[in-house]
């Protein structure tokens, strides 16, 4: 069908010279994550836009080690068209196989919430049943518990099977912004140093012009807003409501720093129960990067940084970072569109930072209008981010809900008093079966509708099942030797996979591992799913 359908028309119409009303010229102001990623996106969709990026550096960017998801990796080379090994010799990214989550049952070692969760490989029930926990239940879960990555040694030259196993980047927030200020230069995106002093209305919900502390003005004809928490044009001269997540998210401060990890890369994100909170390690080639996220409500910022260096005492350079969760009730306002901080935030807890900036922005460039004469498609696309951002709130409150590792006043704060309502439906089908993903098809259609999260049910699953919620186990019909076979088959597959500092190597030194991850027609990531998901 996908085929042979008739070819669908273009949306990258350019405006007629002669339109008056015609978008030709785009101001991103921010020179964050958000920022750069959208006049990159905006340049390579619609190379014929004057893009402008404006940003002070008076004003620092949030700068923090990132962990990401794996459509990331899609989004990165085959949107926005970035070579993977130069990505690679630049920016120097680690491989996130999935989350460690330190989490669950006080008595219980941690899990593996993997991004080959939809496979069951292994099996889930059976590695609950065989071994009281989830985790083995993928192959990747076991190269998690090993610390293993897919390349191995086979006579004398690595084999890869990275194409096979979808991962994520961990990425240094200050190398790659960096990078990408490259690219933006090298593609033609102008650049403006200055700070924005004042955002002028041109009628309700346009923007007509800005000024700048050093006394210029500039105008555009769409102005993207990606000011980070400070929101400057779409919550502080819009004055957008802002629908706060508190209810389910109790946290609003992290504290940050690095920690040295002797050569040895995690191929994976850590998630460990804090007093108060959590904290995340994310491996960088140099260190470990840490952040205890906590709540001010439970805990100083003395008791936090207290904890975070007693729980690690090699840790150093610590920095205070506060934050609101919750998102604006609209991204798209007038001639105003937000992404990254100035729309919404959450807690890194399940890395989705950098994933919704680039779901809002394929959504802009998607929508962007050829001439203000047209029907903007607002609606639409501030209906379809707002629900996604809910989902991931009530997402992560079935993290907080249902961890019982700890018995602190926090823990007992979030277990009595934490909103997940939204994911009340899915919750009662996962008590009344689980797990999900093995649930009737036409059933799992209707939760679908329910949790329109990147993770899926497969997400729901792992961590549910993971932190040993109560659930009727659906019926297994085989022994558990016979998962225990396949186990012992996955173990020693696993046993001769590469540590991630060897397999990054063998990366470096073997361009074709990323062209066969890229260009594939059996990777997760090959070229042809990029259309399947708005990236071509
Ligand atoms: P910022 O990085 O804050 O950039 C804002 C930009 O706006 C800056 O360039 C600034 O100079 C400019 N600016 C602001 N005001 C003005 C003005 N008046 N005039 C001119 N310029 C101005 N995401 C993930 O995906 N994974 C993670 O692991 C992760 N961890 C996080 C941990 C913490 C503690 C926090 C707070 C966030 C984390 N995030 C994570 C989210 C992530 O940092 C952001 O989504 C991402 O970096 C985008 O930031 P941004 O570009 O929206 O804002």
């Given amino acids: 069908l996908t085929q042979h359908h008739e070819a669908v028309a273009s949306d990258r119409r350019r405006p007629a010279d002669d339109d008056p009303q015609g978008v030709r010229s785009v101001g991103v102001i921010g020179g964050g994550t958000a920022g750069y990623m959208a006049a990159l996106a905006l340049k390579a969709k619609r190379p014929w836009l004057d893009v402008t990026l404006v940003q002070s550096k008076e004003i620092p960017i949030i ?25 690679y010799r630049k920016v120097m990214p680690t491989w996130k196989l999935g989350i460690k989550f330190d989490w669950g049952p006080a008595e219980d070692e941690p899990f593996m919430a993997t991004f080959d969760w939809h496979h069951h490989s292994i099996g889930g029930l059976g590695a609950l049943d065989a071994t009281g926990s989830v985790n083995g239940f993928t192959l990747q879960s076991l190269m998690m518990m090993a610390d293993r990555s897919a390349v191995f040694e086979v006579d004398g030259k690595p084999v ?10 961990h990425l240094d927030n200050a190398r790659f912004v960096g990078y990408l200020t490259e690219l933006a230069e090298q593609r033609g995106i ?8 004042d955002v002028v209305l041109g009628g309700e919900e346009w923007v007509d012009h800005l000024t700048t502390t050093d006394g ?15 929101s400057m044009l779409l919550g502080k001269t819009l004055g957008t409501p802002f629908h706060s997540y508190s209810d389910t998210l109790f946290t609003n401060s992290a504290v940050t720093g690095n920690m040295p990890h002797d050569g040895v890369l995690k191929p994976y994100t850590t998630a460990t129960t804090m007093q108060a909170g959590w904290t995340w390690n994310i491996p960088t080639p140099e260190s470990d990067h840490i952040g205890y996220v906590y709540s001010t409500d439970h805990i100083s910022d003395e008791q936090a940084a207290d904890e975070i260096k007693e729980r690690f005492p090699t840790v150093d350079g610590l920095r205070q970072v506060r934050f ?3 998102r604006h009730d609209k991204a798209w306002r007038g001639n105003v569109y937000a992404i990254g901080n100035s729309y919404a935030f959450v807690e890194p ?21 050829t001439s203000w004469s047209e029907t903007p498609a607002r609606d639409v696309v501030n209906l379809g981010l707002g629900q996604r951002w809910d989902a991931i709130r009530w997402f992560l409150g079935i993290h907080y809900k249902f961890n019982t590792k700890v018995d602190t006043p926090f823990w007992k704060d979030v ?3 934490c909103d997940v309502s939204g994911f009340k439906p899915l919750l009662d089908l996962y008590a009344n079966g689980a797990p999900l993903t093995r649930r009737d098809p036409f059933l799992l259609d209707l939760a679908l509708g329910a949790a329109p999260t990147f993770f899926g049910l497969a997400g729901i699953d792992n961590l549910l099942l993971g932190q040993k919620v109560p659930a009727t186990k659906l019926e297994r019909t085989e022994t558990n030797d016979d998962w225990w076979q396949r186990r012992k088959a996955a173990d020693a597959l696993v046993a ?34 990029a259309p399947y998901i708005g990236m071509n």
């Fill in 160 to 169: 890869s099977l990275m194409k096979y196993l979808p991962f994520a980047y």
């Fill in 415 to 417: 277990r009595d008093r």
């Fill in 496 to 529: 001769k996979a590469m540590s991630q500092a060897d397999a990054l190597q063998a990366f470096a030194e073997h361009p074709e591992f990323n062209k066969q991850l890229l260009e594939d027609f059996d990777s997760w990531a090959g070229r042809h799913i």
């Fill in 190 to 197: 102008t650049h403006v140093e200055a700070r924005l002093a």
């Fill in 324 to 326: 609101r969760s919750g």
């Fill in 63 to 87: 700068g923090v080690g990132e962990a990401t998801v794996t459509y990331m990796v899609m989004f990165l080379h085959h949107y926005l068209g970035i070579d993977a090994n130069e990505l």
């Fill in 216 to 230: 210029r003005e500039l105008t555009f004809d769409f102005y993207v807003d990606c000011t980070g928490f400070r």
């Fill in 349 to 369: 807890l399940e890395s989705t930072g950098l994933l919704m900036s680039a779901l809002s922005i394929q959504a802009m460039v998607a929508t962007l209008p």
